[in-house]
């Protein structure tokens, strides 16, 4: 079966730093995405993991253990416009664009 | 210019209407997909097209039909809707199979009463 589980919800300072998890159990794995979705607006993509470790990107960074099937976005230096939703999605096999996406995380960032 | 457009934006019908979505993408990508997002905000895939071919069909009911008449276009028809068509209904293309990025439509918003 696919299961992807995260946090409903999670709210944070503005400035601060948040760390949103994902777990995941799929049929098979080859890809780990992040994506942002503001409220009444379009996911738009944040992050691509596939091999284990930590990817940076400015002030969001994506970590991945396959082995544990576990990932995070971590969310430095938190900003007002930061608030959205942020959905965790897994792509089961490599030859397909087919993506299973989690329930997603409302972040809500007071000042 | 936008890149993954859809039309209408909010679509409010009655039951047992039809009616359509329609996408188009100008990022010259070969796959489109139609998504679901249902009021809990969960993101489901309904159809994904690569080149105008039918590559997913994901358990839908068969009262959606996916129409391609070019890789830039993927349109939506629902027959005899239901409550539970509600939803947001978003469009989305994909050119890159490594990382499989989607852009997505900023999708309809379907209410059937």
């Known amino acids: 079966g696919q299961n992807i589980d995260q946090p409903t919800e999670m709210t944070a300072t503005e400035g601060a730093i948040v760390q949103i998890n994902c777990t995941y159990q799929t049929s098979g794995f080859n890809g780990l995405f992040w994506y942002q979705q503001h409220a009444g607006e379009a996911p738009t993509f944040l992050s691509y993991n596939v091999l284990d470790g930590l990817e940076e990107k400015g002030r969001f960074s994506s970590f991945l253990s396959r082995s544990k099937g576990y990932s995070y976005l971590l969310l430095k230096e938190l900003q007002m416009k930061d608030s959205a939703s942020y959905l965790c999605a897994v792509r089961e096999r490599w030859n397909t664009d087919k993506l299973i996406f989690g329930t997603g995380t409302r972040l809500q960032v007071f000042p | 210019d936008t890149a993954v457009s859809q039309t209408p934006k909010y679509l409010v019908t009655q039951m047992g209407n039809d009616k359509s979505i329609k996408c188009e993408q100008n990022l010259g990508h070969d796959t489109m997909y139609w998504y679901k997002q249902d009021s809990k905000k969960f993101l489901k895939i309904m159809f994904s097209?690569?080149?105008?071919?039918?590559?997913i069909n994901e358990t839908v009911p068969n009262r959606f039909s996916p129409k391609s008449p070019d890789k830039a276009h993927l349109n939506l028809h629902i027959n005899s809707l239901e409550l539970g068509d509600s939803a947001v209904y978003f469009c989305a293309s994909s050119q890159d199979l490594v990382t499989g990025e989607l852009f997505f439509g900023e999708g309809s918003r379907l209410t059937v009463l």
């Open positions: 097209y690569n080149n105008k071919e039918l590559i």
